[in-house]
T-cell receptor, first 114, second 112 residues
Framework: DAGVIQSPRHEVTEMGQEVTLRCKPI?????LFWYRQTMMRGLELLIY????????DSGMPEDRFSAKMPNASFSTLKIQPSEPRDSAVYFC????????????FGSGTQLSVL | KQEVTQIPAALSVPEGENLVLNCSFT??????LQWFRQDPGKGLTSLLL?????REQTSGRLNASLDKSSGRSTLYIAASQPGDSATYLC???????????FGKGTLLTVNP
């Protein structure tokens, strides 16, 4: 398996623009997680899905953030409108058993909002 | 609320040295603990996962120990190599809300 695949690797956009991040989890993994990493706050869980259903989105900072998982092999994280404070590295991760099993991360998307 | 702390934030050692990275957590009622490695510009790679019933896990030159009662875990790296240079993070899982709580990591530099 190719692992968790994220795109794009880098995204530079202007404040107010819509940003869409994409993720393909490892085949057969039932859980998908979106994390955000910054120097100040470290890794923060934004939302996670189980069998394509959002289970906990309490980490989503604002209504500007939304996430979908239309099928088992694809998820998106959308920010609309984007703000400079959204600049961070966004990671997608998947697992076969939530926290009970190892978590596999993608390479991340470096987002810069100017 | 579970808090995970990793000290020191950065560590620099000469090649060949054995070293220990530390992780502490405030709530000892954990289900398991994972150690991850993160290379610059890359995602996290899970190195070892220790269940709460276990005392240690080993993989190659890596050995992770867990002392639940004291809220501590250590990652021991034997005979360190420059290729071990990376940030090492620990994360605990409470078993109830499917969330991992991460420490901020220790940046390890192994000098040739």
């Amino acid at each position: 398996d190719a692992g968790v695949i994220q795109s794009p690797r880098h995204e530079v956009t202007e404040m107010g623009q819509e940003v869409t991040l994409r993720c393909k989890p490892i085949s057969g993994h039932d859980y998908l997680f979106w994390y955000r990493q910054t120097m100040m706050r470290g890794l923060e869980l934004l939302i996670y899905f189980n069998n394509n259903v959002p289970i906990d989105d309490s980490g989503m900072p604002e209504d500007r953030f939304s996430a979908k998982m239309p099928n088992a092999s694809f998820s998106t994280l959308k920010i609309q409108p984007s703000e400079p404070r959204d600049s961070a590295v966004y990671f997608c991760a998947s697992s076969s058993g939530a926290g009970y099993e190892k978590l596999f991360f993608g390479s991340g998307t470096q987002l810069s909002v100017l | 609320k579970q808090e995970v702390t990793q000290i020191p934030a950065a560590l620099s050692v000469p090649e060949g040295e054995n070293l220990v990275l530390n992780c502490s957590f405030t709530d000892s009622a954990i289900y398991n603990l994972q150690w991850f490695r993160q290379d610059p510009g890359k995602g996290l790679t899970s190195l070892l996962l220790i269940q709460s019933s276990q005392r240690e896990q080993t993989s190659g030159r890596l050995n992770a120990s867990l002392d639940k009662s004291s809220g501590r875990s250590t990652l021991y790296i034997a005979a360190s190599q420059p290729g071990d240079s990376a940030t090492y993070l620990c994360a605990v899982y409470m078993g109830s809300n499917y969330k991992l709580t991460f420490g901020k990591g220790t940046l390890l530099t192994v000098n040739p």
